[in-house]
Structures are given as C-alpha cells and as structure tokens.
C-alpha cells in the first residue's frame, strides 16, 4: 500500500512541475506577445511621424523621427548633449535623495507620533496644496540661476510623494508586528530597521519610484525659469530659435533619464527588499 501511495505521490509531482512548466510558458509567450504588440504600436507611430513630416504637416511643426535621431547623434557627437545632461543629473543627483530621505523621515516620524502627527498634518498638506512648480521662480530669487535653485525645485517635488507614501504605509501597517517586537525586547534603531521599514518597505520604494520622474520635471521646471546650462536650458533654446528637432531630441533623451532611473530604483528594490513587490 505504501508502495502505491509513493507511486501516486510521484505522479502528483511530475503533474504540479508539468503544470508550472506550462505556466512559466504561457506566461514567457505573454511577454513575447505583450513586447511584439508594443514594438508595432510604436514603430507604426514613427513611420507615420516620418511620412506626415513634410508631406501633411510642416516639418518645423513636428520634425521628424530621422531628423531627430540625427540631432540627437550630433549632440552626443558635439559633447553638448553630455554637458547639459551632466548639470541635470546633477541637480537630480543632491535633491532627490535628500527630499526623499527628509520625506521617508518625517513620515515614519509622523506614524510612530501620534502627537506631532495631530499637529503638523494640517500644515503639510496646506503646503502640499501649494504648486511646487510656481515656487521656481521664488528658488531663482532666493538661491541664484545655478545649481541650487533647481536642486530645491527637485527636493520639494520629491520629498512630499515620499513623506504621504511613508505615512500611508505606517498607518497601514500591522500594528501587531511592533507589539510582537516589544514582547521579544526589540526596541529603538533596531525595531526601526529589523522591523518596521521592512513592513512598509513597499509604500517607501513606490514613493521613491513615483518621485524619480517628478524630480526630473522638477530639474526642467527650474532650467526652464533661468538656467544657463541643463536639458531645460537646450529645450528652451531650440524653442527660441524654431529648431524643432533638437528641442524633441532633448524632451526624448529626457524621457530616457527618467526611465534609467526609474529602473535603477527597481533593481535596488529587489536587490534590497524582494519582498517589496513595487512594479
């Protein structure tokens, strides 16, 4: 009987593998048929920019696909593209994580207070309320037309995201895992860190994630307002001078940045958090 029962235990077994084999399939030809879908939809819109260009619309309108990969072959050719994209980055580089730590911060601050919750909600949603971006203008006042103004433009687009993302995922979470952590002698840094930021870690990386491109709008903003150098600064440029394709050659690589980006953070995400599931 024991004999039958391991035979039939092993069939079992090789049909659960065979099911997950065909699962993993069918899923690997979704994907397949998702990318090749994607890949039409985009390639039919640029063959249709290229034959409208000239033809229906013109060119000085709209450019062209060829036309702005030629601009933006030239630009990296030149070493203008990379200059003005190094000044981006780098207000990008100090203001986002530094309005996403201050933000992560005050979040978790808020969720383990209640008090200073009750007190300063009101007040940072007042001030969420607030265009980030009509602050531009008073940032060139206060710090100039370098670095820094748009270094501040990016932190304030990047800190509140990260500050509600936090605070929804501290008052989200489970309450029981501190009270759990306490009964075990877990407590200060340790209950931070062992505990908590892995509980909300995927409400933080979302925040993080959906900050990276409102720190890229945030570095534009600021360069549109007064720059003398950044990928803002070539847009408005080529707007002033009616060069359309270069002004669409820095929007896309700008498009390009932000993705970099944006996939850089979900690499770190699964690196440091597996579990936090955030795609």
């Known amino acids: 009987m024991s004999k039958d029962i391991s035979e039939e235990n ?3 077994g090789t049909a659960s593998n065979a099911a997950v084999v065909q699962s993993g399939g069918v899923l690997s030809m979704h994907g397949f048929g998702v990318t090749i879908i994607r890949f039409v939809i985009i390639g039919g819109f640029l063959l249709l920019w290229e034959i409208a260009s000239g033809r229906w619309i013109e060119p000085f309108l709209i450019s062209s696909p060829s036309r702005i990969l030629s601009s933006l072959v030239t630009g990296f050719t030149s070493g203008d593209l990379i200059q003005h994209t190094w000044v981006t980055f780098q207000e990008i580089a100090i203001g986002f994580p530094v309005g996403a730590i201050s933000g992560i911060a005050l979040g978790y601050s808020f969720g383990r207070s209640r008090l200073l919750a009750e007190i300063f909600e009101p007040i940072i949603i007042a001030l969420n309320g607030i265009p980030r971006t009509a602050l531009a203008p008073l940032f060139i006042v206060w710090l100039g037309i370098g670095l820094w103004s748009k270094v ?8 509140f995201l990260n500050f509600f993302n936090t605070y929804t995922g501290m008052r989200q979470m489970d309450r029981e895992y501190v009270d759990l952590a306490n ?3 877990v407590r200060g840094w340790k209950l ?5 930021l892995p509980a909300i870690s995927p409400y933080v990386f979302t925040g993080i994630r959906t900050s990276i491109p409102f720190a890229v709008i945030g570095a534009i903003v600021g360069e549109f307002v007064a720059s003398q150098a950044g990928l803002g600064t070539v847009i408005v440029n080529a707007q002033t001078n009616l060069n359309t394709p270069v002004a669409f050659a820095a929007l896309v690589w700008i498009s390009v940045v932000g ?3 944006y996939g850089a953070v979900g690499l770190a995400a699964r690196r440091w958090a597996p579990w936090a599931d955030t795609t």
Do not use: P
């Open 259 to 261: 993705l970099l980006l």
């Open 192 to 196: 931070t860190f062992k505990v908590i």
């Open 152 to 159: 501040g433009v990016v932190f304030l687009l990047t800190f």
């Open 183 to 185: 009964l075990m002698g």
């Open 10 to 12: 092993s069939r079992a």
